[in-house]
């Protein structure tokens, strides 16, 4: 083959190639493009767009909220809490043992150790009572005075509107306003071996007078010996009936110091 007829076919080929990529070309349907994504806007929670509802707020404590209550020196909120926590320690386990181990807590605030004392002091309970005697071992001042009172104070009432008494000659007013009465006899022999060494002379004024006025009701027990270590007006330790009115053994609705 020449080469004339070379380049012939070479033509040929060439001119074949270019139909073919032509026709192709025309056949392939166009590409659409893609379609846009749809954005999801976080922000909107309804078709109208409104902003998402906040998230519901935690839970209540009441535990928490009373601690604050206790502390707060609003007398009628702390009254009304003494007796919903009165009536709770009363009727659940578990909320008792919270209270004996708030008294007992070193650590705590002094009004919610003193809350707690006279709501475990208030009913007959052998633990609650015990954990009152125990925070009392290593009390001092108005803590002590406090919490000896608690022992002493009346146990038998059903009635848990007991902390918001009217004024009466064995009726005391407390650091945190409670108005409960210091009435009836401490018959367990280790309650009142806690309180007795708090008769002795070295003890603060005040103490001393706290555990004559809870114990008065107990000197027919040998151990009290109320007469032997001397009455709260007697033996230096102060009569308040001048300036308060009280009988000798009351302070009657007087704070307690």
């Known amino acids: 083959m020449n080469k004339g007829a070379i380049a012939a076919v070479i033509l040929v080929v060439v001119g074949a190639l270019i139909w ?22 976080i922000s909107e929670s309804g078709p109208e767009g409104k902003p998402p509802k906040p998230p ?16 707060s020196g609003h007398v ?24 004996i ?13 003193e809350l707690s004392g006279f709501i475990l002091g208030s009913f007959q309970n052998k633990e609650g009572l015990a954990a009152v005697a125990d925070a009392l071992s290593s009390a001092t001042g108005s803590l002590a005075r406090v919490l000896i009172l608690a022992l002493g104070s009346e146990k038998l009432s059903d009635d848990n509107d007991i902390f918001s008494l009217a004024e009466g000659q064995r009726v005391v007013r407390t650091p945190i306003g409670l108005s ?5 006899r401490v018959v367990d022999a280790e309650l009142r071996g806690r309180m007795i060494p708090r008769l002795k002379s070295t003890e603060s004024t005040e103490v001393r007078f706290a555990a004559a006025f809870a114990l008065s009701d107990s000197t027919e027990f040998a151990d009290a010996e109320i007469e032997k270590r001397g009455r709260p007006q007697e033996n230096g330790v102060v009569d308040r009936r001048n300036d308060a009115g009280h009988t000798p053994h009351g302070f009657g609705t007087h704070r307690v110091p």
């Open 20 to 41: 073919l990529v032509s026709a192709s070309q025309k056949q392939a349907p166009d590409l659409a493009p893609p379609a846009p994504s749809k954005r999801i806007d």
């Open 56 to 71: 519901p707020p935690p839970p209540k404590d009441p535990w928490r909220d009373g601690l604050a209550i206790a502390t």
């Open 76 to 99: 009628e909120k702390i009254r009304k809490l003494a007796m919903e926590w009165r009536r709770n320690a009363r009727e659940d386990a578990a909320f008792l043992l919270r209270l």
């Open 101 to 113: 181990n708030t008294v007992k807590d070193p650590t705590g605030a002094l009004e919610v150790r």
């Open 180 to 184: 409960v009465e210091i009435r009836g």
